[in-house]
């Protein structure tokens, strides 16, 4: 079992860091029906897009309920 470069550099991760991990992600995985849509006028990848966009609203909202949590908790 080998560890790839990735893991064997990667420093430990926080809650934090972990939900920013978690964003970029489905930020990423957006852009190639992102490029469809607006370059090609594929009309299913702005579906798609809509419904990343969607996803991307609700995890918006599940961080911003977490932050207010610990913010009220007087841990940050």
Request: aromatic share 6%; no cysteine.
């Amino acid at each position: 079992m080998e560890a790839t470069d990735e893991t064997a550099t990667a420093a430990p991760q926080t809650p934090g860091t972990a939900r920013y991990g978690e964003l970029k992600a489905l930020v990423a995985a957006m852009e190639a029906d992102f490029t469809k849509f607006f370059n090609d006028g594929n009309k299913a990848a702005g579906t798609r897009v809509r419904a990343a966009m969607q996803e991307l609203k609700n995890f918006a909202q599940t961080v911003r309920t977490e932050v207010q949590s610990i913010k009220n908790e007087g841990k940050a």
